[in-house]
Structure formats: structure tokens, C-alpha cells
């Protein structure tokens, strides 16, 4: 060929499908896109019609006739088609016009059934996609926050995301043990509105539950305890109303779900093979996703395990940031699942 066509080469891209967030990471370039997993649809028609920050402005703000979407919200995929044009949003912002086809790797969460992994990948593919290939999340974040997953030896992850953890400890590239529970950063933002509406019969919304867990949420008791003035709706009264809340209310509010994550993480270190329990005595494990930056998590997991806990550097990206790694190490003659 005598002349280059302008972006015929092609790129291979990586997806983070989260349950509250979706990153893309295209190869060679870093994450170029970080949204919000919402959908906008037109009930009428069943079209989406805006994705990501513009579909979560319009959450609760628009006509009767459209409606915003979570489609992977409870780390199982809610719906197909949603979840079908959300990628083919994706692949095509990031081909921009482009006439070569990606390479794409999806993250799914561990828990979804074979039929549903199947179903993101024909979706992939008519989305756009050249060739598809799955990797678990928990892998991906293993891979992301830098663990040498390879190696024969315990590399134990903890995702907590919006609305699944995802625990898993990897040895030999393989995921020995791993669970993933319905417990996460949504059941959080849900028992402090189920705690407002007891203590103070004010009603708030999932936002504004979400700003009081990053604001003044916890998990483990604070050198200084914080406090926050919180506006909502009166439920006797149906008026408007500000009230003042403190952190100790807030770790109590969420000492359930919490709990259950404690819990989990417990139950998957029982599960671990003896040789691998060893090596995460020394080794620890690393967490990753936007429920590590609760403050206090890893003290509090930390001290019910009795392991050294870290907080990945840049947890939100880990996800994203592993199948890029998987992506340059990726042999897709292989790989072609
Ligand atoms: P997913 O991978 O499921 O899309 P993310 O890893 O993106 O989820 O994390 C999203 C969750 O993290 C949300 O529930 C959000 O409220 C929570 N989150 C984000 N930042 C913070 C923070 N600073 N403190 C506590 N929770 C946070
Ligand atoms: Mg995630």
C-alpha cells in the first residue's frame, strides 16, 4: 500500500464492566474513559439514549418516560440488551471512526454464569469487537495492583466495588479460591438511609447516602471523629430538614454490611489450601475497588484476620489498569475465547 489510511491500524482495548463504574483502557494509550455503568432508556421506544455522567445527571430528574439503569448492578447482568448497547457505546468512542475492528478483553465479575459471559461476548462482538476474551475481576485487580500472580505462592485480593466484593487468592495464574458476595459500596449507601429514616424518620436519597459514607463513613474508630450536616425530607412531617449526624452513628449504620464483608473475607481464608494460607502470613492481602477507601477497612480486616492488609495505590483504576497489563501480555492466537 502506497499511502496509510488514517486509523486502519488496530487497537486493542480493555474493559472494566463494574457494577458502578466502567473504565476503558486502550493499549499503548492508558485509561481513556471513566463512567459512571448508568444507561438512559426511553421506555417507549427501549433505545438508550445517553450513557455514563449524562445518564446519571439525569437520574431522578427527567420525564416519566425515561428511565436511568444500573445494567450490572448486582454483579449479574440485570439487562442484556442494555448492557449490549452500553459496550457498543464504548467500542465505538473509543475506534472514533476508525474501520479496523478491536481486540477487546472484558472484565466480568466472577460471579456471573457461563451463559451470561457468553452473552457479553456475542455482545461484544456485534458491538463491534474483532475478537473477545474474558478475565475474572479478581484477577484483573490482582494483575492491576501489581501482585506476581504467576508465581507458585498466595496472592489474595479483596475488591470491594459498588455492589459485589470479589475475593480471591490466586496461585500459578489460577484462581484457587474465590468469592463474591452481593455486599458492597450499594449496601452501605442503603443501610444509612435504612439508619436516617429509624433515628431521625428523614428520608434521603442514594446520593446523598453515598456523600455521608465518603464524607464521614468508617470502619474502624477515628483518631478525631467527624461530624456532617445532612438535608432530607421529614417523614412525619413531609417537610424539608437539616440534622447533624456524627461518624460513630454512620460506623454503627454500617456495622451490617460491613460485618458480612469481615465475614466473607474470613470464610475464603478458611477455604485456602494450608501451603497458601502460610505464604499470606507474611504476604497479606491487597484491596482494591472504590469501597477501600472507606476509612478504617483495612485496619478493621486487618485486625480480624490477623494478615497484613494494603490499599492498592489507585484502587478505582485496578481493574482497568490489569487488563491492560493482560492486554500487552496477551497472546491471541491463543487467546481466542
Ligand atoms: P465497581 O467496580 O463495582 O464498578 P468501584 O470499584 O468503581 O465499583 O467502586 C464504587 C463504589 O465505591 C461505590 O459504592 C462508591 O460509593 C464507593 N466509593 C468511591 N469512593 C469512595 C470513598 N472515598 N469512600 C468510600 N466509598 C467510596
Ligand atoms: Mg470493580
Redesign the pocket.
Known sequence: MAFKLPGFFSCDIGI?L?????LVYVKDEGIVLREP?VVAIDTATRRAIAFGDEAKRMLGRVPGNITAIRPMKDGVIADFDVTEALLSHLINKVRRGSFALPRVVIAIPSGITAVEKRAVMDSATRAGARQVYTIAEPMAAAIGVGLPVEEPAANMIV??????TEIAVISLGGMVVSQSIRV???E??NAIIDYMKRAYNLLIGERTA?EI??TV?SAHPLDEELTMEVKGRDSVAGLPKTIHITSQEIREAMSGPIGQIVDTVRTTLERCPPELSADLVDRGFVM????S??RGIDRLLSEKTGLPVTVASD??SA?ANGTGIFLNNLNWVRAST
Open positions: 472494566d463494574g457494577t458502578a463504574n466502567t455503568s475488591d470491594i466495588g459498588g455492589g459485589t458492597a459500596g450499594d452501605l449507601d453515598e459514607k465518603i463513613g482494591a475497588g472504590g469501597g477507601l472507606i484502587p478505582l481493574v
